[in-house]
């Protein structure tokens, strides 16, 4: 499904300001369909839930905002289905509520005892959607780099789809990605210094431990850069032409697989605790879609020694002044330490995307890309 489908059937000529029922209707779609995931979940948990999350689910919890999903969904559908003349984004959204609470809402009965060792991630998929939508949209909405710029820019269905693409299969990339690190353990760790990292005040291990994640990924980034058969791959990530919180999940899956997987090799050996290893996966998540936002703050402060939305967004410019530039994810010092830092005093790209060359529309196409190249 493209762009042009849902604008075919959700699209009119009325304005999308605050008040024309535009903003309470897409809301009340999002929420619907949150709800119906949520209740569709409780279902069937054996096969849409990560068994690792399952034990950690605060169910009374995950119950009430189930159940505040659906009441939003019915509530804003039916203040968007007033409103607009084309009442048919509204009444989605009342028609996904009104299914979600069919089937069961938020009192739905969980079977008693899940065994399954197997889950697509559905919850996972859930839930970070539900946080990152809800954390990064506003902000995009209220301080904007480029006001004109929608939600439903250009290509979002594309980016979307990468988001789920990447997120239902979690059970099996996390172990494809686990896998190298699995290996080097067994084959190069050493006991004494796994214990002595290991042993460090959680307030010391974080930290060092994304100072030495953003290393190894700053080499590793550079080497899609540097190596032809590498490109391909991560020219995908590049093909963006407009930065949002969504643009960051386009990523070949090749690309995903090799960055994480080398970056878990040193994290692995070095001995950080679990608990580490968990706060960095959830840090970089979200530093990772807050680069790529369309935030316009400058945070002059901060911009010396930490990657902010104009600093990566100077990685993805189509500029010629600015290739191969800004490899670093979290951390500025590291691009000043190899030569590539490029940080234009005031001033914001004007253009993103490839420089002499093109990447075909859609994610299946952009897919096997690398492939017909190689």
């Not at 080499?219 to 969504?246: C, E, N, Y």
Request: glycine share 8%; aromatic share 16%.
């Amino acid at each position: 499904m493209s762009d042009a489908f849902f604008n075919k059937l959700f699209g009119d000529s009325q304005a999308t300001d605050l008040g024309t029922g535009w903003v309470s209707g897409t809301a009340s779609v999002f929420f619907g369909l949150l709800g119906l995931g949520g209740v569709i979940t409780l279902h069937f948990p054996g096969f849409l839930t990560l068994p690792e999350a399952r034990e950690f689910y605060p169910i009374d919890i995950i119950r009430m905002i189930i159940q505040g999903t659906v009441a939003a969904a019915l509530v804003l559908g039916a203040i968007s289905a007033i409103l607009r003349e084309r009442k048919v984004l509204g009444l989605t959204g009342v028609a996904l509520g009104l299914a979600a609470a069919l089937f069961g809402g938020a009192s739905t009965a969980l079977p008693e005892e899940v065994t399954s060792k197997v889950g697509i991630g559905f919850d996972w998929f859930l839930l970070d959607l539900m946080v990152m939508t809800l954390v990064f949209v506003p902000l995009e909405r209220l301080w904007p780099r480029h006001p004109e710029q929608s939600t439903f820019r250009p290509e979002w269905t594309t980016d979307t789809f990468y988001f789920v693409a990447t997120h239902l299969p979690a059970q099996l990339t996390t172990f494809a990605i686990l896998l190298p690190a699995t290996f080097a353990s067994k084959w190069f760790a050493i006991p004494a210094l796994m214990e002595t990292v290991g042993g460090l005040p959680f307030i010391v291990q974080f930290p060092l431990a994304i100072v030495m994640a953003d290393l190894f990924q700053y080499g590793i980034h550079r080497a899609f850069h540097q190596f032809s058969f590498l490109w391909p791959f991560h020219a995908v990530h590049h093909s963006i032409k407009t930065m949002d919180w969504i643009a960051g999940s386009r990523s070949h899956f090749v690309d995903i697989l090799i960055t994480r997987g080398l970056i878990l090799i040193p994290m692995t050996l070095l001995g950080f605790s679990q608990g580490v290893m968990a706060g960095y996966l959830v840090f970089v998540a979200f530093h990772a879609t807050f680069s790529h936002t369309d935030f316009r703050p400058r945070t002059r402060w901060l911009e010396p020694y930490f990657v902010t939305c104009r600093y990566h967004h100077w990685h993805h410019a189509a500029d010629p002044d600015a290739i191969d530039v800004n490899f670093a994810i979290h951390f500025p010092f590291i691009d000043r330490l190899f030569g590539t830092y490029h940080l234009p005093e005031d001033a914001w790209p004007e253009r993103y995307g490839l420089i002499g060359s093109s990447m075909p529309p859609g994610f299946f196409r952009q897919f096997v890309f690398p492939f017909k190249r190689g």
